[in-house]
């Protein structure tokens, strides 16, 4: 449970501030870093067990086909600097376990698939990401369309 003190905040709020803030220009270095040490001594990780549960309830197979199955999609590849390059488009059949890892998107009516280990969802969940392998070099991103 949270501590009754006004000055705390949840270690989400903390990440996302810092995140808010990581391409603000208004800020030099130093007061980021300032922001970041003066905050830290306020925040509570004890929400961090909460947030794993809620983000693999949304990525659990069933919500998966809940929110995409049947829809038209875009799969994309995930470069290292950021950059987005789209694969393939077309309509979501069904998400199955793949045996060892993660879930194997099956996507079209000649039914490729591709495998992934999601690890993120967006706040809309309109947009999944995960690893391509377990050596995890290479990332997809699943969006609908």
Known sequence: ???????????????????ANVGNLGLTDSQFRELFRNTQAIVIYDDCERIEKELKEKLSLNNLNRIFAGKEIILKNVCANGTTMGLVMGQCIRFENHPGFGVTLVITELERRYTLLPDSISKLSDKIEGFTSKDKLDRYRIELV
């Open 1 to 19: 449970m949270l501590a009754k003190n006004p000055r705390t905040v949840p270690a989400s709020n903390f990440m996302s501030t810092l995140a």
